[in-house]
């Protein structure tokens, strides 16, 4: 069984920056992808980035350039640096986290990204 664990959610003006965490944590697993999604108000959720255990990343469009994706696997954390902050960011952030490519996911409890002035 594996727990992910998000923290960082804030309230932040427009152009700003946040850095979220996602901590797992569990025994007998391996990892090949960890992802972060975000849910805005009367929205879907969407799959915002994603990193696979080979280091490879990608993005949804409107965060290329803005947000970036890391992992610390001595810590079993994966971040999401997220700088140039827009109105249209605020949401819910989830980590999820797979095993295989067509595993079912893990989900964090999620985190508040509110950008606003």
């Known amino acids: 069984q594996v727990q992910l664990v998000e923290s960082g959610g804030d309230l932040v003006q427009p152009g700003g920056s946040l850095r979220l965490s996602c901590k797992g944590s569990g025994s007998g697993f391996s990892i090949y992808s960890r992802h972060w999604y975000r849910q805005a108000p009367g929205k879907q959720r969407e799959l915002v980035a994603t990193i696979i255990n080979d280091g490879s990343t990608n993005y949804i469009d409107t965060v290329k350039g803005r947000f970036t994706i890391s992992r610390d696997n001595a810590k079993n954390t994966v971040y999401l640096q997220m700088n140039s902050l827009k109105p249209e960011d605020t949401g819910v952030y989830y980590c999820?986290?797979?095993?295989?490519?067509?595993?079912?996911?893990?989900w964090g409890q999620g985190t508040q990204v509110t950008v606003s002035s």
């Open positions: 999820s986290a797979r095993e295989c490519r067509n595993c079912p996911a893990y």
